[in-house]
């Protein structure tokens, strides 16, 4: 059972370009959401999607945009790219559902120069 | 409202000898307490989690935590560390279908 998937593992863009990063859920998760982890910090929540639509959205600017397909997996797309979007950014899926564990993939290190 | 304080941001321990993460909470209702640990250049790996139930939890590597009611604690445990536990633990709380909050997590670093 394959957990969950990101891709790139790696990119380097330049400031004011734009990144789409992927995800793939562990497989039967219908949730998916991301965070970006700045070094050194805990990871940020971005947002959460559910059955194809934003359910919440943590304090991030709307450069930060997701989609979810059908078939559950997601992208977060970022415009306008700063430095300071440099970070990982980790996909976690679960059920939506209260006390579901929540598994994260290995993440997309997104640096911006 | 939920949140959880890790009061020490680097722990150091031997090999071989018994570990401790601290983690304290405070929240409403019945708490929903994960960790998850993450080494160097990685992702974030589940560890356990409590619900409800048993207040001795065990998860994966060998580790396991105790909810303590009357302490409001959770702390993370292993009887015996291995170098390779050497990474990032956070203690995070969950609570119906919330994002979770992470703090700046703690530091293990185990010495040979």
């Known amino acids: 059972d394959a957990g969950v998937t990101q891709s790139p593992t790696h990119l380097i863009k330049t400031r004011g370009q734009q990144v789409t990063l992927r995800c793939s859920p562990k497989?039967?998760?219908?949730?998916v959401s991301w965070y970006q982890q700045a070094l050194g910090q805990g990871p940020q929540f971005i947002f959460q999607?559910?059955?194809?639509?934003?359910?919440q959205r943590g304090n991030f600017p709307d450069r930060f945009s997701g989609h979810q397909f059908p078939n559950y997996s997601s992208e977060l797309n970022v415009n306008a790219l700063l430095l300071g979007d440099s970070a990982l950014y980790l996909c976690?899926?679960?059920?939506?559902?209260?006390?579901?564990?929540?598994?994260f993939g290995e993440g997309s290190w997104l640096t911006v120069v | 409202a939920q949140s959880v304080a890790q009061p020490e941001d680097q722990v150091n321990v031997a090999e071989g000898n018994p570990l401790t993460v601290k983690c304290t909470y405070s929240?409403?209702?019945?708490?929903?307490l994960f960790w998850y640990v993450q080494y160097p250049n990685r992702g974030l790996q589940f560890l356990l989690k409590?619900?409800?139930?048993?207040?001795l939890v065990k998860g994966s590597y060998g580790f396991e935590a105790e909810f303590n009611k009357s302490q409001t604690s959770f702390h993370l445990k292993k009887p015996s560390a291995l170098v390779s536990d050497s990474a990032l633990y956070f203690c995070?709380?969950?609570?119906?279908?919330?994002?979770?909050?992470f703090g700046k997590g703690t530091r293990l670093s185990v010495i040979a």
């Open positions: 976690a899926s679960s059920f939506l559902s209260s006390g579901n564990t929540i598994y």
């Open positions: 497989s039967g998760h219908d949730t």
């Open positions: 999607y559910y059955e194809e639509e934003e359910r």
């Open positions: 929240v409403s209702g019945n708490p929903y």
């Open positions: 409590y619900i409800t139930g048993d207040n």
């Open positions: 995070v709380p969950h609570s119906g279908n919330t994002p979770l909050v």
